[in-house]
């Protein structure tokens, strides 16, 4: 097991740590300190079988073993190379203490089976995320996450590109038919089948408005700011597109790896415009 990723790490963090021994504890004997251990007990069982039984592996017995023997240590190496991937994300601040036993083992029963490195990075933001703020992420998000192909997780990020904050994350999807939108993969299809996966409500006739807004609102995009001042001195109504995110698309969308969109903003500050509402940059969102 000199291979193991974990077992060369040095020293750790608390947080770091205590999410280990967590998981340990969680998940039943897959970590010693550092030292997954889990295909070592595998290999001493076979070997304990073969030493004591008096009757003779047959050749199908000795491929089934093997078949076990391998896929235990490609899970065992999923599950190694999330937990490393998420070590260096966690906050001085984490609690990984508090994280629910019931949910580490859902999420490592998913996780086990997910070894394209692009999805582990995704996977290990979630298991960071949820020691920095217990709560984050929850059953049915992880749930969610693990029936998504990568396809799918590269096209939820692309439409977060287009999220602004409007006390939570909004992706402002006017026209789908704009070439802002289809230069960058946001059709009516793609965003049917992120709807079908239960990422987003996706209104594609009357499209959705805030209300009841007060005369002056904060947005941000990545951290512009824009002051809008609306017509009302209350009870204004703001349109925001056609696309909402779910609660499970909010929790994804803060980890998802989307980057902003080059000329957007502007593009949204005129749509704005059109329905009269005047706006001014504020400096930046911390």
């Known amino acids: 097991m000199a291979d193991n990723p974990l077992a060369k790490l040095g020293d750790l963090t608390k947080p770091a740590t205590v999410l280990i021994e967590k998981i340990s504890d969680a998940v039943g004997g897959i970590f010693k300190p550092y ?42 190496s999923n599950i190694e190379g999330i937990t490393q991937r998420a070590l ?42 949820q020691a920095n703020s217990p709560g984050a992420f929850s059953k049915k998000t992880v749930n969610l996450l693990s029936d998504l192909e990568k396809s ?5 990020a692309a439409l977060c590109s287009f999220g602004w904050t409007l006390g939570n994350i909004v992706p402002l999807v006017f026209d789908e038919q704009d070439s802002i939108y289809t230069d960058n993969r946001i059709t009516f299809n793609n965003l049917s089948h ?12 009357a499209g959705f408005v805030r209300k009841k807004l007060p005369k002056v609102v904060i947005v941000a995009y990545y951290g512009r700011c824009l002051e809008l001042t609306l017509p009302n001195d209350s009870n204004n109504d703001l349109s925001t597109g056609k696309v909402l995110l779910t ?17 957007f903003f502007p593009f949204v500050r ?4 059109a329905e009269s509402v005047v706006s001014r940059e504020v400096g930046s969102a911390s």
């Open 88 to 129: 260096p994300l966690l906050d001085e601040n984490a609690a990984p203490e508090k994280l629910n036993d019931d949910w580490i083992t859902n999420f490592f029963d998913k996780a086990r089976i997910v070894s394209d490195e692009d999805m582990q990075e995704l996977w290990s933001r979630v298991l960071a995320g």
């Open 35 to 76: 030292q997954i251990i889990r295909v070592a007990k595998a290999e001493a069982e076979a070997d304990k079988v073969r030493a004591e039984s008096q009757i003779q592996i047959t050749d199908l017995q000795r491929r089934a073993m093997h078949r076990f023997l391998e896929e235990e240590a490609k899970k065992q």
């Open 194 to 205: 992120l709807e079908s996966l239960g990422l987003v409500q996706f209104n594609w006739l």
């Open 247 to 263: 609660k499970a698309g909010q929790e994804l969308a803060k980890i998802c790896g989307s980057r902003p969109i080059d000329g």
């Open 152 to 156: 799918d997780a590269e096209l939820f």
């Open 270 to 273: 005129a749509k704005w415009a």
